[in-house]
């Protein structure tokens, strides 16, 4: 909403300045967005007296002037046709800046002759399109003062109205405001009726039934003879031109008047063009509206129209028709004044994607009893500017239903706006506001004014009162809190937090990605089925929601490869969707590794990521979150995007707690991504819970005073047969001793027959009650040998 | 034992000429060992009277303990020389580069939603999760934004298609579009319906709109919380949000306005600016000519803790809600709201955080 300090102060007898007016603005609620006022800019220049001007003598079109700057008299070299002695002028001195080009003005040398200053035009002030010559001011004004001393300038204000507030769309909601907030009286508004002299030779009537009558409950009309269309006045002119809309003719700029300075938006009909009576019904399917905008629009069954015999005439509320409108050659127009319902013109105007003020302002709500008083004033307006007689007025229908009345407990401004203020000071804001304001039992009754469709209920009389009091007057208080905080975060949520902090220090760097992806992508990794689609996506790349949160990190790996980025780990904490239901989602922890693992090093011999870099992440993250890694069961399968070979899964019963490999290469040839990839996803929600414990107290350490010892066993396998099973065999050899298994070597290779492997593993043995002998130590190896044996069909390599 | 200082003697000369471990070592046989010229004196021993045997066996004692300290010490000094020898040959270049360890980082916008969450947590707020994908009820009814409203112009929401009707479905569930809620504010109607009075929680989550441009992303972070018992009022509102700003932004002077605003879940509702200058282009948090808006709050309107069936005679309370990024990038100076979902990794090396930089109030909020 724009409009300017001199239109506000139509409206607003204050004596307050800009800024304050600026700072009670913002501080009602009506956010100030930008304020445009030419004397920000103009503060630089002064008055100059041309007391000579003689033509240069180096150039036959210059001038060489001499001026009193009222500091000292200059010479200025001038090209201005108009340049001559006794002349008042807008003077630059050197230092200024010139508004219209940005540049800050220099001492010159013109032709051989110094130029002391600059004379200005309009333009070069940016104060109007004219730059026929200098600009010239009145001969009384006096020499050397500041131009924002002799001038007035108009300054532009913009502010950022809430929907509730349809009332502040017209400048005069803007000044009663402020008047409340006590910067000024709002100046009264004079409806006088305007007397016809002659019946309207067009009705007006409301084609509609009892149930649609909300439509359209009223609508006022005038026919207008005898006008003429010309060119606005001045004034009005710059009014519209200030906020940035064309005048296009007095006719229309008056409805466009009436739009922003008493959120009132009418319509004009060329009467000429008229048939038969004007009515307000509803649109049958298919019928086409020529628009004032040069589009045709095809309307809906249920769309209110404005319409004669002809059929539609304008959109009711929105947009009026081309072929009915006014031009300057209308003679007879027929005014409109109406109220339309502000759900089907929002709906309607949606529809068909028509943004007008007129819409914008009918879909927050006009206020319902001044239709027939803005058509008196709109009468009035145009025989003023455009001559003409007016008809008696025509009216169908009745205003609908806005009398409300509401009871004030003023206690309640203190218990729910936090801040005292005294029954009488409430009651004067709601005056001033508009209410009526009677005496109750329980407080105050409150009958809201017709503009105020967003005041129903007590604590919209208590925003009210807060508002116009001052938010910066309510004491800010401390919310009570108990003296020692409890733990706020869930156990998961705790879950998360480790992990996240585990995976980092793991050298992952933490990502963000969309949660949606183009469909190729989600059908690579198990998604993208119908319902995961968005209806209105903001490109297709982001169009249905991700099933994993691996394919948006892998492509975010091939962006940073193509900025030398190639060696790299990312890991996401975030939500993959299931299905299209509210809770088909899990939270899910994954990461990916690429390229290298090492890079290339003296020390050391380079090495690309494999699965069990993947693996490690996926374990480490468990352990984080709580999990014991050793209770999971590793089987060697993986979904689809994973290479079959090179992944697997960690479970526990048979339930999939996360995925682990290298990614498939396919789907990184369809990812356009280069390999190596490897990644990970872990399923928070499906670790399970801890335990709630009584106590704290952990389990006592049982330490050993025993060295413990470590024996070292090869065994030839199948190569089908996995590490975990011979691991698993010998730690159950003897449950009291061996403390720990692990397979420290592998080989596959040309010493070995075809289809055999060597695994050798390390067993540590821990004595719990007295050093072992020879013997005994014998005892357990030979049944360590046993079980691998039985277990796995291998033997104990010799 | 008249040879005994002799042998002495010649003993501890020799000890002292070993010039190696070898030499020391045949020192020691020659002296002390079963052969050894001390240890045949000490079996002559056996052949002498009691008297004598005590004054020689006294003087014996001492000559081989001296013999055997001179024998450690000069051992000592050899390996100690030898150790020497052997490290001054063995030289490694220090200037070469350690082996290389990857260092991670935590996301910003992760440690920002810990940073929120430590300062709520001290107020008591407890935080509550909800899903992304939500219903026309969550999202909008229930939050007093039934379907014409002109509030919903103002959220560009994602919708899903239209759902096949299933049976069963709750008078929740219209059985009409999902979509990506728009706001956290669906978890507060969640946390309401699951739980009584008095509450206090705050909402972290993923939201999205259909907007994408230099200023919007179609996804973002928020933060809700939302305060409900008997009694909160709007100076709790401003004391609870102060307190957060200046705690937030570790700027204790930084000034904070409230103006009034509008949101269709809350009334009497405000927008939070807080202070800023721009000196020579470099915008600082703090007082100054400048105000920033940062959040949206205010007193939980009665028919959205209606909706939740919450009596609005009795219970009353404030909800707000700011921009994850938006905070992020007033107190760390990121430039550009696009840069977080990017991936790149140089943005995440340079607005990461390190992983043991957890945000708490005993340490402060940032390092």
New interface residues.
Partial sequence: MKFTLSWLRDHLETDADLARIEEGL????L?VEGIDDPARHLGGFVVGHVLDAEKHPNADKLKLCTVDSGAGIIQVVCGAPNARAGLKVILALPGTLIPHNGEVLKKGNVRGIESQGMMCSWRELRLSDDHDGIAELAADVPVGARLTEVLSFDPMIEISV????ADCLGVRGVARDLAAFGLGTLRPLKVEPVPGSFKSPIGVRLDLSAETLDACPLFAGRHIRGVRNGDSPQWLKDRLTAIGLRPISALVDITNFFTYDLCRPLHVFDAAKVTGDIRARLATEGETLAALNGKIYTLEAGMTVIADDSGPEALAGIIGGEHSGCTEATTEVFLEAAYFD??RT??TG?RLEVLSDARFRF??GVDPAFVVPAMELATRMIIELCGGEASEPVIAGTEPDWQKSIVLRPERV??????EVPAARQEAILNDLGCAVAEHDDGLLINPPSWRGDIT?E??L??EV??ING??A??????P??PM??????PG?RRA?WV?????????????????LPEAQALLFGGGA??????????SD?DV?RPSVLP??IT?AG??AD?G?RD???FE???Q?DG??????RQVAGGIRAGRA??R????AARAVDAFDAKADALAAIAAAGGNPDSFQVVAEAPAWYHPGRSGSLRLGNKPVAFFGEIHPGILGRLDVKGPVVGFELFLEALPQPKAKATKARPLLKASPLQPLERDFAFILDTAVAADAVVRAAKGADKALIADVTAFDLYEGANMAAGKKSLAITVTLQPVEKTLTDEEIEAVAGRIVQAVVKATGGELRG | MQDLDRLRAEALAAVAAAGTLDQLEAARVAALGKKGTVSGLMKSLGGMGPDERKTAGARLNAARDDIAAALDSAKTALEAKALDERLGRERIDVTLPVRPESQGRIHPISQTIEEITAIFAQMGFVVAEGPDIEDDFHNFTALNIPPEHPARQMHDTFYFGERPAKSGDGAESTGGRHLLRTHTSPVQIRTMLRDKPPIRVIVPGRTYRCDSDMTHTPMFHQVEGLVIDETTHMGHLKGCLIEFVRAYFEVDDVPVRFRPSFFPFTEPSAEVDIGCSREGGELKIGPGAGWLEILGCGMVHPNVLRNCGIDPNRYQGFAFGMGVERVAMLKYGIPDLRTFFDSDLRWLKHYGFLPLDVPTLSGGLTR
């Fill in positions: 913002t501080a009602i609620g956010e809430t929907p509730n507030r502000p759900i929002a709906a949606r879909e927050r203190a218990e729910l706006g936090g801040v209920a604590h919209d208590v925003e807060i508002r938010y910066d309510i004491p800010q208080v401390p919310l809190r108990s905080p409890k733990p706020v975060l869930t949520q937090g996240r902090r585990q995976l980092a220090a793991r050298g992952l760097v933490e990502t963000v990605t969309w949660s949606f119908a319902d995961m689609h968005l209806a209105n996506p903001i490109s982001l929601m948006n990190m975010a962006r940073n900025r980025s790299l780990g990312l904490i975030g939500p969707f299209p239901e509210p809770g088909q989602q090492r890079g090093h003296w020390a050391e």
